[in-house]
Structures are given as structure tokens and as C-alpha cells.
């Protein structure tokens, strides 16, 4: 009875299938537990053996709390929209409704070929209707909501209304538009259209005119990382920013909570701190500088207004509506050049040039409100408009950055003490308080902000200010293959669709253009854009996190056709208790989705404010990449070993033709025309290729396809191997040739139960001490790391565990049949198919997980080192619970110990219980 694993393996996927045997119930007196994957995006490349690492984690981590009695929720989807799908429909000419399907059937067979015990019932996919009806009424219920900060909560927009006929805004700034002031009376006045221009400035989902990427050539707005030095990286096109209108989620008036809510979740160190620097709060002042001879001011967000003294000069963004306004005559010329060169630069750009310094004075003077000092205003590109106040007061003599851009434009610089400063570096952690400007004397940091913020206050200039380094987050795409808008725009005002009307489905195109002014492609269906007469809907789309900010509430309720999930199946499985995907994701999807979470909470849809309970981040596993080296200018290859004796290009080659680092030669000359007439300088008869390891990519010929590996080795073996190959949240090289000895560990265990010619050989003798100690030492060592996910030393101690076991010849049902069991998450077809032929009627996946129990494990003997006059000169294995005369009597008995005594009586035997033996003489 041979190890068929690809019989074996089919057989039971089918009947695992057949019987629904992961399908998971809402109603279970088992405790729950909620497992999660972060899920794939469905490209066609498929998956390689990197992508299924933190799956096969997730998977044995549901399957072991399965069997320790929890009712596992496990389930699996696809984040389906994005712009992937759209350019490969541009280059195909394929729909992506189609290719995401081809896609997403594709990836569904090498999940399933895997064996993962997904409840495929549960199963989502953001671009069906079905399921972004429910994206499109989550984002309703975002614009229907406004942040209430006296309560720090989202409340449905007619609270805010209501407080506005009463009250008008005195007691609620208003965050799209802070210098908006207005009376009950003055609201009542307002216009409906006034008003919800009024409340779109409250909105947690809100419009308003940004700066985009618009590339005319192309005719299309472009992503960041589309644009090169100024131009698109397709076709080299001039690249310059335009003012759209585009949606926006009001992210930040969740800061605090983000920023409070990391305490509660169990996330690693680093992902809470990278959290935290993008949220990036700090604490400051705001004040505001008169510019002279103008009635402007200009706002200055700081953190340290105990500077004020040292300010130099103020610089404002480009964007900056006061650029237009102050700049002078005389500067004009110069501003407007200075502005056509920041156009071209995208923001990325701006960011990441710290060491060129560039800018243009506006010829406009603003006034110090402490010292009546006229000061010049520039603008500069690293001042962003998005950040604070997109304005800052420059103290060159306390910060490096307003010291170098001093020096190189020549603003004078003083001192703390108002004279000139002539020296050649600033020093940043000087403290440019001015210690002589009375008030301040003698104060420390901290005690002189607090002074010079209270005169702020009093002077009416300036207040006590929190502020967040992170923005308000783009919702908009000038896309097509991604969620519509459930919007309307009637006379240029933003109105919802009723629940009724959705899903506001996507309109098939067959072209891909983009509209006018760019527009997504929506804009050129003017049947579907043109609702009413003068009546047009959004032609914008949603981004791609849009479907996954909420999907994991989605599988707890997957068909419910009336609401986004039942209050009920929400309560009952609550947070995800683990959570597994890249780090990557830190600052996009995991903020986003936390964020909705707490907005749906507040708006009473759920029951908790936090959406993951813990967090793993997977590593990555690297790809192990093989180079041939061609001899320049020639189609002969030299062996690794002897390229240094020649001229040589150093190619990729398909790692799939390489066993370990030899080269199948033949197989490298069919791979590529290219190389058919190829010739070879061997080294002992082989070509050996270089190696390097490097990220896992097809451009580097570096992937594996785990179909390959499954269908040689078995999906059990190639899980084990996964995990075998190092901590699951650490980065590792991926090595094809270690994976045989992961096959023939499951080799040897089933040779434990069957014999190739024998049949089953299992019996059902009693287990000696010896036996039940390795199997009980196994149990206690299996449980503890699979429940921390140390699988790469549970793998370990299953091979130590069958080594032992082979050599003890043990073939016995009360040793075999629990560690099975405990194999199961592990290697799942491997141990169903044992214990049926073990004559278990039912499934493995629902047995009772092994209890560890100590008394096994006990040592009842210990090897005493014993010594004569405390020099050791034996050692005895002797009983722990004997007392100390029957101790000191099979001592005395030893004959190494009669022979050291030499017929002397000893004077004393000193025993120190479960150490040492000393005998004096």
C-alpha cells in the first residue's frame, strides 16, 4: 500500500466538497473564531509559490482551532475592481468583466488544488452588483454623515441641520471651510442649493477640487507614479497639474481615534509606528501674519511658536490661493515661470528632492504680530497646499531645511537675539527662543510655548492647535472598471440615489477613452451620463480600496439581499480575531478599513469600532533566481565556475529548466529561439549557473507555479515545505530542491501505518513509556506553536516525532492516530486518508484536538554526576523520588565508588536532589 498522494489528495478535495464540509453556520454554540487573509487581486499572471504563504498560515491556524472545538469562519474572495484589469482590457481588447472572470476561475483552481479549508459559500467578489450595492450604500451613508466633534462621532447629516436652524455653526466649525461663520437666521436665509454647499464642507464623504496629473496627449489623468520628471512614462507626453473635482472621505476627523484604537489591537510594534508617523500628530500652534499694505493674512501652522521671535521669511505652497493674490507687479513675471515649472512636477517628486532647493519671492512682506518685523513671503515647492495650512514660518537659525534655503536665495538671517547670524551650518536642535524678549526670560521650551501661545490667544492672532501629517483620502478615479457613484448633479449639487435605485450598475463600453477634460470613460455614454434634463450623473469611479475597506463584514452575511450584513451575524462574529497580509498594506487598506469600521459603528450598523483583533504580517518569499552567462557577442555559455576567464552578459534564465544550479541544457536551448543553437563550456561534465536571490518575479524568470510542485510532490508536501522554510513573518529564499526531504518525512510516517506489500500494519498493542513520552513531548510542542504560529518548528518537531517513532518500530493506534490528528491542519488529505483506513467513520477535521499530559513527559530518573571529595568520577542514573538514604546506599554500592574510597569509610555524603552527589572521605 503505496503513499498515491495525487489519488489521495483528489479524493478527498472532491468528497470535502461533495459533503460542504467547510461550510460554517451563524448559529453555533462552539465559541467563534474569524480568521482572515487579506484577499487577492484576481491577475492573470496567476499565483507563484510566494502568494500562498500566508494562506497556508491562515488555513492550518483555522483547521487547529477547529479541532480544539471553535466554529471557524475561513473565508476567501476577490478584490476584483482595479486598474490592472482596465489596462489589460486596453491592450487585449477584452472587457475586464471577462478577463477578471477568466481570472478569478483560474486562481480558484490553484487555491483549490492546495486544499484550503475555505467556506467557499461565503465567497465575494467586489465587481459583482450584488456586492457593490452595498459599497455604493456604505458610501451613502459616509455623505448622509457629518463628524459631530463634541461628541467625537459620525451622526446623520439632519443632526447637523437640525443644529443649524437652532443654533447655526458657532459651536461646530466647519471643517472643509474653517472661516465659514453663520447665525440660525443666516442659515435659514441660505438657498437649498447654499445650504448643501454648506454641508458638503461637513460631509464625511465630500467633494471638492483637487490638483491631478491631466496629460493631454493622453488625454487622461495620470497616478503619481505614472509621471516621470514631468512627463508620462508612456509616450514621454508633457504631464501638468489641473484642478479637478474629485470625491474625498473626511479621514482625518478620525485621527485621535486611529491614533487611540492602536492600543487595543494586537498589531506588530512597527506596524502601529508606521501608523502613527502617517496619521502624525502633533501639537502646536496656528497664527496668522498680516501681509503688509494688502488686507490678507496668512495662516502658519507650528509646533513650536516660541520661535516666532527667529521667523525670517514665510513660505507659502504654489497652490496656495494668496500666491496670486500678494504677489507684486515687479514679481509677476517670475511667479508665473515659477508656477509652470512646479505644474510639471508631481508631488512624489517635490517630496523626494530634499537636496534641490528651488523657489520665487513674491515680492509681498508679511508682519511679525510680536515685533512689528516686515519679513518677505516666498513660495517654495516642498510646501505642500494639502499639509496644515500650506503655509510655514521659516526660522533659519533652529531648523537645517530653512537654513540652507536662507543661504541659497540670500535672506538674511538673525539670530536668537536679532543680530545677524553669519555662521556657516544652523544648528537644529538650538533652541531659537528669544530668551530676551521679556516675557519669555529664563523659560525652558516647553513653559515658553505655553507663554507664547497664551499671548497668541490674547492678542487674538493665534490659538492652541492639533494637527494631523495625514490627509483627507482621494476617493476618485477618472477610470471605468471600478464602482459608479450613486450620484446625481442637478443644477451642479451633489444628490444621492435612494436605496431602491441601487445597485447603480456599470454600463458596458467597448472602448476605453477617456472623456473630455479628463473625465473617466463614463463621460462618453451620454445615454447613461444624462439622466433627466439637467440631471447627470458622477462619471468618475470609485478607487480599488473602496470594496475592501468593508468585505470582511460581507462574508459574515454574504447573500443578504437587504442590508450589508445582519445585525445579528455581525454581533455574533464581531472583530476578526486573525488577520494575516504585507505590510504594505499599513497605510492604505488597513487605515481605510478601519476607518469605515468606525464609521458604521458610530452610525449604529455594527457593534464594534475595531475591525482586526490581531495582525500578522507575512514575509516575503524570495525568489531564488539562476543566471547563464553568455560569452559577448557570441551564442556560447560558460559555466558559472569559469565566467571570469571570459567576456560575459550575465542572463535570467527560467529556474524551472534548473535542478538546484545545473542547467538542463537541453531544455535552455527549446526555451527561447534565441538560444537554440546554443553551445556550452561545461565544468565536470554540467553547466552550473549563477545564483542570486531576489524578489520573486516573472520579468526575472524566478517564479514557481505550485500546480508544478503539487502535481510532482503532493499539496500536503508542498504546505509542510512553506511553512518549513522559515518564521512565518520573516523574508526567505525560495529553493525548489529542499522540498524532497518534506516528501520523504509524509514517506516515512505512512510507512509507520502501511507496508507496501503488508497493507495497514497499525495495531493495537499498548504503548510503552517510551512511546507515550514521544508523543505526548510532540503534542505539548505542536500545540504551543501552531497556536503562535511557529509552523516552521512544529514541521521540525513532526519529523523528530516519526524519526523516534521509526526507530522504536511503533505501530501502535494509541501513538499513531493522535498524531494524525495533530498533522491534520498540516498536511489535511495525508491524514483524512489515514484515518480512514484506520476504520474511522467520520471526518478527521471534526476529531478531538490531543490532550498533553505532563505525567508522560515526567522524568523519573536523573544521571547524577558523582563526585569523591568533589572531584566527579562517575555518573549513576538514580530514581528522582528516593530519599537520601536509599540514595547514599546504591551510591556506596558503585564500584567506582568503592574503588575512589580506596576501604576508607566516607565522613559524609552531601546530595543536593536532582543535581549532584558528593561523597567525602
Known amino acids: 500500500m503505496e503513499y498515491n498522494f495525487r489519488a489521495i489528495e483528489k479524493k478527498w478535495q472532491q468528497q470535502w466538497k461533495e459533503s460542504h464540509a467547510y461550510k460554517v453556520s451563524n448559529d453555533s454554540p462552539r465559541p467563534k473564531c474569524y480568521v ?74 490553484q487555491l483549490d488544488n492546495i486544499g484550503f479549508c475555505y467556506d467557499w459559500e461565503r465567497e465575494v467578489n467586489t465587481s459583482d452588483p450584488s456586492y457593490y450595492k452595498w459599497t455604493q450604500w456604505i458610501f451613502l451613508q459616509l455623505f448622509e454623515s457629518w463628524y459631530n466633534r463634541l461628541n467625537a462621532k459620525a451622526e446623520p447629516i439632519s443632526t447637523l441641520t437640525a443644529i443649524f436652524e437652532q443654533e447655526g455653526n458657532s459651536r461646530h466649525a466647519c471643517p472643509g471651510d474653517r472661516q465659514r461663520t453663520f447665525t440660525a437666521a443666516e442659515w435659514k436665509s441660505y438657498s437649498e442649493k447654499e445650504q448643501r454647499e454648506v454641508l458638503m464642507q461637513y460631509r464625511l464623504a465630500f467633494l471638492d477640487y483637487a490638483e491631478v496629473n491631466w496629460c493631454a496627449a493622453l488625454g487622461t489623468v495620470l497616478a503619481n507614479d505614472e509621471v516621470i520628471n514631468g512627463v508620462s512614462e508612456r509616450g514621454g507626453f508633457p504631464v501638468v497639474k489641473k484642478k479637478m473635482r474629485q470625491w474625498f472621505l473626511r479621514i482625518t476627523e478620525y485621527a485621535d481615534r486611529l491614533l487611540t484604537g492602536l492600543e487595543t489591537v494586537n498589531f506588530s510594534d512597527a506596524m502601529k509606528e508606521m501608523q502613527r508617523n502617517w496619521i502624525g500628530k502633533s501639537q502646536g500652534a496656528e497664527l496668522a501674519f498680516s501681509v503688509k499694505d494688502t488686507g490678507h493674512r496668512i495662516e502658519v501652522y507650528t509646533t513650536r511658536p516660541d520661535t516666532i521671535f527667529g521667523v525670517d521669511f514665510i513660505v507659502i505652497a504654489p497652490e496656495h490661493e494668496l500666491v496670486q493674490q500678494i504677489t507684486t507687479t515687479a514679481q509677476k513675471a517670475e511667479i508665473e515661470k515659477y508656477l509652470e515649472y512646479v505644474q510639471s512636477r508631481s508631488e512624489r517628486e517635490r517630496m523626494a528632492d530634499v537636496k534641490q532647493i528651488t523657489g520665487c519671492f513674491t ?32 526660522v533659519p537659525c533652529g531648523d537645517q531645511r530653512d537654513f540652507s534655503f536662507a543661504r541659497h536665495f540670500n535672506i538674511p538671517i538673525t539670530n536668537i537675539i536679532g543680530d545677524a547670524f553669519n555662521g556657516e551650518e544652523a544648528n537644529p536642535t538650538k533652541d531659537a527662543t528669544l530668551q530676551n524678549s521679556g516675557f519669555l526670560d529664563g523659560m525652558d521650551m516647553k513653559p515658553a510655548m505655553d507663554a507664547v501661545i497664551n499671548k497668541m490667544e490674547e492678542m487674538k492672532i493665534g490659538k492652541r492647535q492639533v494637527n494631523f501629517k495625514m490627509r483627507d483620502a482621494g476617493f476618485s478615479r477618472q477610470r471605468y472598471w471600478g464602482e459608479p457613484f450613486p450620484i446625481v448633479f442637478k443644477d451642479g449639487v451633489a444628490y444621492p440615489l ?12 467597448d472602448q476605453y477613452k477617456p472623456g473630455d477634460e479628463g473625465e473617466g470613460p463614463l463621460a462618453n455614454i451620454t445615454d447613461w451620463v444624462n439622466v433627466a434634463p439637467g440631471v447627470k450623473r458622477e462619471t468618475n469611479t470609485m478607487p480599488g480600496y473602496a470594496g475592501s475597506s468593508w468585505y470582511f463584514l460581507r462574508y459574515m452575511d454574504p447573500h443578504n439581499s437587504t442590508t450589508f450584513a445582519d445585525r445579528k451575524a455581525t454581533d455574533y462574529w464581531n472583530q476578526v480575531d486573525v488577520y494575516v497580509g504585507g505590510t504594505e498594506h499599513a497605510v492604505g487598506h488597513l487605515l481605510y478599513s478601519r476607518m469605515w469600521t468606525k464609521a458604521l459603528y458610530d452610525l449604529g450598523h455594527i457593534g464594534f469600532d475595531e475591525p482586526f483583533k490581531s495582525l500578522i504580517n507575512q514575509g516575503m518569499i524570495q525568489g531564488s533566481s539562476r543566471f547563464v552567462y ?15 576567464q571570459y567576456q560575459t552578459d550575465k542572463l535570467h534564465v527560467d529556474v524551472n529548466i534548473v535542478d538546484g544550479i545545473v542547467l ?21 561534465g554540467q ?34 515545505y512553506e511553512m518549513f522554510l522559515g518564521p512565518v513573518e520573516q523574508s526567505k529564499p525560495w529553493d525548489t530542491k529542499g522540498i524532497e526531504g518534506v516528501h520523504r518525512f509524509l514517506k516515512k510516517l505512512w510507512r509507520l501505518f502501511a507496508d507496501e ?22 503534542i505539548n510542542k505542536i500545540d504551543g506553536d501552531t497556536s503562535s504560529f511557529s509552523y516552521n518548528t512544529a514541521v521540525s518537531q513532526f519529523m523528530i516525532c516519526v524519526n523516534e517513532l521509526a526507530t522504536l518500530k511503533c505501530h501502535k493506534r494509541a501513538v499513531l492516530e493522535p498524531v494524525l490528528i495533530l498533522l491534520t491542519p498540516y498536511a489535511p488529505h495525508f491524514a483524512e486518508e489515514l484515518w480512514h483506513l484506520l476504520g474511522n467513520t467520520t471526518s478527521i477535521l471534526d476529531a478531538a484536538y490531543p490532550v498533553y499530559d505532563e505525567s508522560f513527559t515526567k522524568e523519573s530518573t536523573f544521571n547524577y554526576p558523582i563526585a569523591v571529595n568533589g572531584k566527579t568520577r562517575t555518573e549513576m542514573g538514580l530514581p528522582l523520588d528516593a530519599d537520601n538514604s536509599a540514595l547514599e546506599k546504591e551510591v556506596l554500592a558503585s564500584e567506582v565508588v568503592q574503588k575512589w574510597l580506596e576501604g576508607k569509610q566516607p565522613k559524609k555524603v552531601i546530595i543536593v536532589k536532582g543535581r549532584m552527589i558528593n561523597v567525602v572521605i
Open 36 to 109: 482572515l487573509d487579506m484577499f487577492p487581486y484576481p491577475s492573470g499572471a496567476g499565483l507563484h509559490v510566494g502568494h500562498p504563504l500566508g494562506y497556508i498560515a491562515t488555513d492550518i491556524y483555522s483547521r487547529y482551532k477547529r479541532l480544539k472545538g471553535f466554529n471557524v469562519l475561513h473565508p476567501m474572495g476577490y478584490d476584483a475592481f482595479g486598474l490592472p484589469a482596465e489596462q489589460y482590457a486596453l491592450e487585449t481588447g477584452q472587457h475586464p468583466a471577462v478577463t477578471t472572470a477568466q481570472n478569478i476561475k483560474a486562481f480558484r483552481e
Open 363 to 394: 515680492g509681498a512682506y508679511a508682519i511679525n504680530p510680536f515685533n512689528g518685523r516686515e519679513i518677505p513671503v516666498w513660495t517654495a515647492e516642498y510646501v505642500l497646499a494639502g499639509y496644515g495650512t500650506g503655509a510655514v514660518m521659516a
Open 498 to 509: 435612494e436605496e431602491k435605485d441601487l445597485p447603480l450598475e456599470l454600463p458596458h463600453v
Open 630 to 644: 553568455r560569452i559577448h557577442g557570441t551564442q556560447q555559455f560558460v559555466s558559472a565556475g569559469l565566467k571570469d
Open 664 to 684: 538542463d541544457t537541453e531544455a535552455f536551448k527549446k526555451w527561447k529561439p534565441d538560444y537554440a543553437n546554443a553551445t556550452f563550456i561545461l565544468e565536470d
Open 687 to 720: 553547466y552550473n549557473c549563477g545564483t542570486e536571490v531576489e524578489k520573486m518575479s516573472k520579468s526575472k524568470f524566478n517564479t514557481v507555479n505550485p500546480n508544478e510542485l503539487v502535481n510532482k510532490f503532493g499539496a500536503d508536501t508542498f504546505r509542510m
Open 757 to 778: 506489500n503488508k497493507g495497514l500494519i497499525v495495531n493495537n498493542d499498548a504503548p510503552t513509556p517510551e512511546e507515550l513520552k514521544i508523543l505526548h513531548k510532540t
